[in-house]
């Protein structure tokens, strides 16, 4: 999925790429041939650089900004159940008449087996509408516990299997506390790809490259707004001693250390909170970016000859001159790990996993209320 290193890390590169992919699967042994445009909108130049995927729920703007990647997810879920009418509602109600869940006598065994159906037959919709990956969110109550995470996983890829998903086509969704690093590393050398979520520190970073981790998740404006209401956080001060905004900091000394020590994972950026954001991640393989964003980056039209310029701020050759400490080359385990996170990364995770299981509780209560559907 990566795009075509530019050779000037520094320079500007007013054209915009182009590309055809021909044979192959998604993602495997595919021929991509690049050319070269002219860019007629901001879209389009940062399209060029970076895979911008529109961060929506419904997939209500198909037309306008088609998604290349999606995740099903307990948020997804509630929006599905909260809307009168949507493409992905029969999918809730298949996993609600399911005979297998109906079968279930333990009543928590039963709303965990509607759920897992629910995700995943909305995940196979999704794999029929985008192009590229689907990520499937494993049960945030789980993050602790690296053999139930595994497990989980187990679950959720036999249960694709069976509507013949193949598991090139999914990731799983996991916060990366330590445990679920490790369930990553674990499933990553199975041949099953891993999403980790919730990355708010370089620990958190690489210890996720150094699993192996398919893609990780680093959200830049939730790190901005805590440097900007607390204090404390070695890493953040850091950052704000050189000048850099942390969040955006965070992303580059992240791309920087997978791309200059070989790991494979790609990185993706999210909570974006205006076009600069944008702008500053150029190279970055996935910028996740609100849908007024994109609008505004659709609307505003950029030519060749105008002094504004779109910079690849990342690429792998620059990566190169980037300098890591001894301390930050460590081989991370549990504990380095945890002294390596610091306040700011501990809350953000905590608050982040608390909140996708409070979605997932919520999702649960509602299934019970309209449990069993009409012809069950």
């Not at 054209?15 to 002219?38: A, K, N, Q, S």
């Not at 199975?190 to 959200?219: D, L």
């Not at 790990?337 to 306040?343: A, C, E, I, V």
Request: charged share 25%.
């Amino acid at each position: 999925m990566g795009l075509p290193d530019t050779g000037d890390p520094g320079g500007v590169d007013k054209r915009r790429f182009g590309r055809v992919t021909t044979g192959g699967g998604p993602d495997h042994d595919r021929l991509t041939l690049f050319f070269f445009e002219d860019p007629s909108t901001e879209f389009d130049a940062v399209s060029s650089l970076s895979e911008i995927v529109p961060d929506t729920v419904i997939f209500d703007d198909f037309e306008r900004f088609p998604p290349t990647a999606a995740t099903v997810s307990s948020s997804l879920l509630l929006g599905i159940t909260s809307l009168p009418s949507t493409k992905f509602k029969s999918s809730i109600e298949r996993a609600l008449a399911d005979a297998e869940c109906f079968d279930r006598e333990n009543p928590d065994e039963k709303l965990s087996c509607i759920y897992n159906k629910a995700l995943v037959n909305v995940g196979g919709e999704l794999t029929s509408l985008v192009p590229g990956r689907v990520s499937t969110e494993v049960d945030p109550r789980l993050a602790n516990d690296t053999h139930a995470i595994v497990r989980r996983v187990y679950e959720l890829l036999k249960l694709y299997s069976e509507i013949e998903v193949s598991p090139e086509r999914v990731l799983f969704k996991i916060p990366a506390t330590w445990q679920g690093i490790e369930a990553s590393n674990l499933l990553e050398s199975e041949g099953i790809q891993t999403h980790m979520t919730f990355v708010y520190s370089f620990a958190q970073a690489a210890a996720a490259a150094q699993a192996g981790a398919s893609v990780i998740q680093i959200f830049v404006g939730r790190i901005r707004d805590w440097s900007l209401n607390h204090s404390g956080d070695p890493e953040i001060e850091a950052a704000q001693k050189r000048g850099e905004d942390p969040g955006l900091a965070l992303v580059t000394k992240a791309y920087n250390y997978i791309h200059k020590h070989g790991h494979k994972s790609k990185l993706m950026a999210a909570a974006v909170r205006n076009k600069q954001d944008v702008f500053s991640l150029l190279g970055v393989e996935y910028i996740i970016a609100p849908l007024k964003i994109l609008q505004s980056l659709k609307e505003s039209i950029t030519l060749p000859d105008e002094k504004y310029s779109f910079m690849r701020r990342l690429s792998p050759s620059s990566s190169i001159l980037y300098n890591f400490s001894d301390e930050e080359l460590v081989r991370w385990d549990g504990r380095s790990f945890s002294m390596g996170m610091g306040p700011a990364a501990k809350e953000l995770l905590s608050a982040g996993v608390d909140g996708y299981v409070a979605q997932t509780r919520r999702v649960e209560e509602l299934f019970q209320k309209i449990w069993p559907p009409p012809n069950v």
